[in-house]
Structure formats: structure tokens, C-alpha cells
């Protein structure tokens, strides 16, 4: 018989990959979403990626809202506010027949929600596995990739089906499972991070406080917006640059399912490399993001070929999968578990700046000079620059596992539903 701290650690991981799965699978349709757009409003591409850019991006800008909801209630809570917003926000969208009144309701109050949704994620598995977060990060975000597998064909057929009106709705539909799999994120808060210890707003703002004084923290963080501001001109512009090249857009919704395969080997590769007397997770940061970077510089390379689009989405996905295990381990090691949610929510925050920066940036390029290469170049550059960051993060990193304990007292832990639980670590290595 399973024990009962087993099996909510595994309930934990099913619902935060089941909310990932359906998450991945709304994102990643956003591009093939995005073409649309330029048909039914007539409008540039600068400014009609501001709706895929709201919506994706915010989801990760309301990080420090999200964390203070878990803060002050729970993980389960966040999720089914964030799982509500995302419903309305999308039914809403299928009615609308103004662009402004779209980038309210696709843009910011889906974008709110799926942002509400999507970081307990992380925060429940850092909190449910403290010493292997990085296998249960590369489990969990696993599901993000097979959303993606599945994106790209099914909202080409909604769309060719149902329509714009039509997808908006269908959308609704599918992404409302993150609701109950939202109740199933009961998750052991330690006792000094319960919501009745971090009621005051004071009180939680200090946390953030302290996270941005620690340097190697910041560095990474700063390389995470560079790397976004690729990651986002992709998820957005990819589709409709091999549309504008002759490919049909089933074709181009196939080039986010090749994102996704690649993305599901990285993430439970990089997974199991990491954790307990693994590889280390900066190094590993450092070269995906260096190969990412050379990719993507790369771009114009490929696109001279026929199959050369499908070979850069394959090598994108499996550069760029992996980059989100590190997320909770390098905030584990640079912060702390104490400080583990204020991390991830100012995390979010940044990564969400820099990633609404890009498809506007990269929209404007194309719009001002009439090719997508220099935008891809100028990406590609960013994201190097982010390698550089995981260097300088190095310098002023604690040394790893140099201190042998063999006894560490137990942590009281309250669950959400207030049950008391006696959490023993493992000793360190």
C-alpha cells in the first residue's frame, strides 16, 4: 500500500502535468491563432501580435500576483481562479468584433488567468520534490511539450472547421480541465509559509526583497528575459514566416508539433541529468541556452533549404525544452525553499517582460524591412548573451555539496487542508 505522503506527491505530479498538457496545448496554437487574426482585422503584423503577446506573455507577468494568491490561500486556489478567468476570458473572445476589445479579452484576462494557472506548477513540485525537482520539473513540463505535439494540427482544424469565433470557444472548452485538476494541487506548505504567516502585504514584499540581493540569482534571471525575447518572437512569428514562403499552414502548424517532440526528449533527458549527485544545473543552463543561441543566429541557413524549417524546429525544441528544469532547482540552490515561491513569481515576472518585447520587436523588423532574418539574428544574439549571464552566475555561486551532515531535523509542514505533516529531509551527500 502506497503511503499517504506518496501518493499526494503523485497526485501533485499528474494534476500539475494534466494543467501543463492543456496550457501547452492553448500557448503553442497561438501562432497558427496569429494568422487569422491578420485576415479577419486587416491590420500589420506589429500590431496584431500584440493579442499573442498579451495572452502569452502575461501569463507569466502575473507571477508576483500568482504568488501572493499562494501566499495567502493556496496552490489549489490560485489555479481555480487562474482556471475561471482563463474560461471567461476565451468564451468572451468568440463574440467580440473589435480588435481593441479582443486584446482585453484574449489578451489580458486570458492572459491573467492562464498565468494564475500555470505557476503553482512549478511552486507545488518544488515544495512536493525538494531534492529531485529537476526529474519532476523535466515530468511535469514534459506536458507542455505534448500540448504542443497536438497544438499546431488541432487549432488548424478548429479554425478550418469552426472558425475564429469558433476556436475561441472550443479552446474554452478543453482548457477548462486545469480547473479540476487545479483542486487535486494539495500541497505541504512549511509551517513558516503558511497563509497565516504571510497575510501581511508587507511581510510577503519582503521576501521579494531579499531574493533580488542575491547576485547569482539575478544573473540567471537577467539571461531567462534575454532567452524569453526568442522564445516568444518564435512561438508567435515562426508560422507566419514559413506561411510567407510558400508553405501551407498545415505545414506551418507542423513545424510547432517538431518544437514539441523535440521538447518533450529535452525536458525528461535534462530531467533525469539533474538532481541528487547529477549534473550540474548551471552548466547545463549555460549550454542550451549557447546552443539555442547558435541556432537561432542560424536561421537564415536553414531556410534555404526545403526541409530546412522542420530541421530548425526539431534542434529549437530540443535546445529550448530543457531550459525550464532548471527553473525550481537554481531557485532551490540560490534562494532557498523558504523563499521558493517569491523566486518563481518574480521569475515569471521578468521572463514575461522580456518575452513581450519580442514579437512586437520582431513584428516591427519585418514590417520595416520586409524579411524575418535580421529579427531571428538579433534573437539569436540575445540568447547568447543570456549563455553569458549563466557564466557570470557562476562567480558568485556557493560551493555545491561541500558540507557532509548526516542529521537534519525534521520540518512541520501544514497541508492545505490543515493536516499536519512531519516532513524528515535526506541527509546531504
Not at 46 to 57: D, I, K, M, P, Q
Amino acid at each position: 500500500m502506497i503511503p499517504a505522503g506518496h501518493r499526494r506527491s503523485v497526485v501533485t505530479l499528474v494534476a500539475a502535468f494534466g494543467i501543463q498538457f492543456f496550457i501547452g496545448v492553448l500557448i503553442y496554437g497561438t501562432g497558427i491563432i496569429h494568422l487569422s487574426l491578420l485576415d479577419v482585422f486587416q491590420r500589420d503584423d506589429a500590431s496584431t501580435s500584440v493579442v499573442g503577446s498579451l495572452f502569452v506573455n502575461l501569463m507569466s507577468m502575473t507571477g508576483p500576483l500568482a504568488s501572493y494568491i499562494i501566499h495567502r490561500w493556496s496552490c489549489r486556489v490560485t489555479t481555480i481562479i487562474g482556471g475561471i478567468l482563463l474560461v471567461v476570458g476565451l468564451v468572451a473572445s468568440s463574440f467580440v468584433k473589435s480588435f481593441w476589445v479582443l486584446i482585453v479579452t484574449n489578451g489580458i484576462i486570458s492572459g491573467v488567468g492562464i498565468g494564475l494557472t500555470l505557476l503553482p506548477c512549478p511552486v507545488s513540485v518544488g515544495f512536493v520534490f525538494p531534492d529531485h525537482s529537476g526529474l519532476a520539473m523535466g515530468i511535469t513540463t514534459s506536458g507542455v511539450g505534448i500540448g504542443m505535439l497536438v497544438s499546431g494540427p488541432i487549432t488548424q482544424y478548429l479554425l478550418d472547421t469552426y472558425g475564429l469565433s469558433g476556436t475561441y470557444l472550443m479552446s474554452a472548452a478543453i482548457v477548462s480541465h486545469v480547473i479540476p485538476c487545479g483542486m487535486l494541487l494539495k500541497t505541504p506548505l512549511k509551517k513558516n509559509q503558511t497563509p497565516v504567516a504571510s497575510k501581511h502585504i508587507t511581510e510577503y514584499l519582503k521576501t521579494y526583497i531579499k531574493v533580488v540581493k542575491t547576485p547569482a540569482y539575478m544573473c540567471v534571471l537577467v539571461g531567462s528575459i534575454l532567452w524569453n525575447i526568442a522564445y516568444s518572437v518564435i512561438t508567435i512569428h515562426l508560422p507566419n514566416f514559413v506561411v510567407q514562403n510558400g508553405s501551407t499552414r498545415s505545414e506551418a502548424s507542423f513545424l510547432i508539433t517538431l518544437i514539441g517532440i523535440g521538447t518533450i526528449l529535452s525536458r525528461l533527458t535534462v530531467g533525469l541529468a539533474t538532481g541528487p549527485n547529477g549534473l550540474d544545473p548551471l552548466l547545463l543552463n549555460f549550454g542550451l541556452t549557447a546552443l539555442m543561441g547558435t541556432v537561432i543566429v542560424t536561421f537564415p541557413l536553414y531556410v534555404i533549404y526545403p526541409t530546412g524549417p522542420m530541421i530548425f524546429a526539431l534542434l529549437y525544441g530540443i535546445y529550448s525544452g530543457g531550459l525550464l528544469i532548471f527553473t525550481v532547482p537554481l531557485c532551490l540552490e540560490f534562494v532557498g525553499m523558504q523563499h521558493l515561491n517569491s523566486a518563481l513569481g518574480l521569475w515569471f515576472l521578468l521572463l514575461g517582460l522580456g518575452s513581450l518585447i519580442g514579437p512586437p520587436l520582431a513584428g516591427l523588423v519585418l514590417d520595416q524591412t520586409g524579411s524575418f532574418d535580421y529579427s531571428y539574428i538579433i534573437s539569436g544574439l540575445f540568447v547568447l548573451s543570456a549563455a553569458v549571464c549563466s557564466l557570470l552566475a557562476s562567480i558568485w555561486r556557493k560551493p555545491r555539496n561541500k558540507t557532509v551532515t548526516t542529521r537534519r531535523d525534521p520540518e512541520i509542514w501544514t497541508a492545505d487542508n490543515g493536516a499536519v505533516v512531519i516532513h524528515i529531509p535526506s541527509p546531504s551527500r
